[in-house]
């Protein structure tokens, strides 16, 4: 399944946030960075449904825990489509808070078939507490 973790909630504590994105006048107009948590099956599959051709969003790296090896790689632009001409990178998911901060994650997408409940929370976690 997908789940995503809306870093917005993190930052915005009150409505008279003056942030860059309050700014924009239309939803449309705010596009979100999004790290999609897990690669090589799920992740991929609903990258391909939700997020290739979509305008609004950005994916801006995938996090590798599961597979040996695969972190440091990329998921290739002929299959990333057009919105993607150099693919899009694959990284440790031991890197986790580093890359929210360094990519401008807005939006964490949990995109694992087979976690426990304890995983999946710890994970929330360290993507909000960031």
């Known amino acids: ?10 930052k915005h504590k009150t409505e008279t946030c003056n942030c860059e994105c309050k700014e924009k006048k239309n939803k449309e107009e705010v ?6 948590l897990g690669a090589a099956g799920r992740d991929f ?3 391909n449904t939700v997020f290739r051709k979509n ?4 994916v801006v790296g ?6 040996p090896g695969i972190d440091d ?11 993607y001409p150099k ?4 990284y440790p998911e031991a890197d986790l808070e580093k890359l929210i901060d360094e990519l401008k994650v807005t939006n964490c997408i949990l995109s694992y078939s087979d976690l426990r409940y ?3 929370m710890t994970l929330a976690c360290r993507c909000l507490a960031k």
């Open 31 to 36: 596009k979100e960075r999004v790290l999609i």
């Open 62 to 67: 995938f996090t590798a825990q599961q597979i």
């Open 1 to 10: 399944s997908i789940q995503s973790i809306n870093m917005s909630q993190r």
């Open 55 to 58: 305008p609004y969003a950005e």
């Open 118 to 120: 304890n995983t999946v």
């Open 87 to 90: 693919g899009i990178k694959i």
């Open 45 to 47: 599959h609903n990258f």
């Open 73 to 83: 790689r990329m998921y290739p632009a002929v299959l990333a489509g057009p919105l």
